[in-house]
């Protein structure tokens, strides 16, 4: 299956489970794969036959910076349903960091994958 990337998405949102995250938004880090088949689009050329990553990047920075999430694990389920609403999607991956969040350490973060046919149930 083929794979369309969004790497490196920076949101800034209230995420987290401590007071003082809850007062000020902090950067969260977003990265999405995307899984498709993209050989239509590649042939004809035509973005509707694959899917618009400008499209499903401007919905998960909106949905990052206001959902208000507590968890990353929370707001990572919340951008997969969001990209496998989309109708040429099949599999999704989703990371999602917090840079900072943690001492020594860059980032820390989730990352899960979920596919169309689980998202029915």
Known sequence: ????LIKDLVARGIIGINDWERETPQEILINITLYCDTRRAGEDDAIEHSVNYRTIAKKALAHAETAA?????ALAEDLARLCLAEPNVQKVSVRVEKPGAVRFA????????RSRSENKQ
Do not use: N, Q
């Open 69 to 73: 999430r507590f968890t990353v694990e």
């Open 1 to 4: 299956m083929d794979k369309i």
């Open 106 to 113: 860059r980032s820390v973060g989730v990352e899960i994958e």
